[in-house]
């Protein structure tokens, strides 16, 4: 299994609290990237990272703040929650090369309430 | 706008009967297509990558079909178990680019 890593992997949070996510990764990948699934919209790409201090917006980034200090940790920070924001975070990383594939993460399900 | 779409009915099928589940897309010129498993309460898994110039491809009882004229691809699970059962994921990805998008997936159910 890739070394892919969330913490949280549950979270109960007040609406407009601040709340982090964390990704870990132990593959030295360049390519990171924070997902949200929900019932009937799949897979939605929120922000990604293809270095060191390098990330730009996905399709569903309003609200969502993202960082990424190191190689190893990408950070999705939603800075208010509210509850349009309950849903179940992946976390991902990117191999390039032949089989240019991506691992995911275990997920984190956050509930704003 | 770029749209990818599987079908949100699940295939039902019985043990060791061939699925088959379609990804169509439109607007869309992708480089790859991949294929994804994903379990309940667990992060999606790559099964199959294919490229705009194969036909198909396969791994053991996977088979993939891209057809960038009907902007289509077929996933086969032949000899179909139980433990098949999931929901499967198509993602496109453009040339040069990094950025799978998904699909929706379609929930498979194999039945003893």
């Known amino acids: 299994d890739a070394g892919i890593t969330q913490s949280p992997r549950h979270k109960v949070t007040e609406t407009g609290t601040p709340v982090t996510l964390r990704c870990h990764q132990t593959?030295?990948?360049?390519?990171m990237y924070w997902y949200r699934q929900d019932p009937g919209h799949g897979l939605r790409l929120i922000h990604y990272s293809y270095g060191v201090k390098d990330t730009d917006k996905g399709e569903v980034s309003d609200g969502y703040s993202v960082s990424r200090s190191k190689t190893e940790d990408f950070l999705l920070t939603l800075e208010s929650a509210t509850s349009s924001q309950t849903s179940v975070y992946f976390c991902?990383?990117?191999?390039?090369?032949?089989?240019?594939?991506?691992?995911f993460g275990q997920g984190t399900r956050l509930t704003v309430v | 706008s770029q749209k990818i779409e599987q079908n949100s009915e699940a295939l039902n099928i019985q043990e060791g009967k061939t699925a088959t589940l379609t990804c169509n897309y439109t607007?869309?010129?992708?480089?790859?297509l991949q294929w994804y498993r994903q379990d309940p309460g667990r992060g999606p898994v790559f099964l199959l990558l294919?490229?705009?110039?194969?036909k198909e491809k396969r791994k053991e009882r996977l088979k993939v079909t891209f057809d960038t004229t009907l902007k289509q691809s077929l996933f086969h699970i032949t000899a179909s178990q139980p433990a098949d059962s999931a929901t499967y994921l198509c993602?496109?990805?453009?040339?040069?680019?990094?950025?799978?998008?998904f699909g929706r997936g379609t929930s498979l159910i194999v039945h003893p």
């Open positions: 993602a496109l990805l453009s040339g040069g680019s990094y950025i799978p998008t």
């Open positions: 991902a990383i990117f191999s390039g090369g032949e089989n240019t594939e991506a691992f």
């Open positions: 294919i490229r705009e110039n194969e």
């Open positions: 593959e030295n990948h360049r390519y």
């Open positions: 607007n869309y010129s992708p480089a790859y």
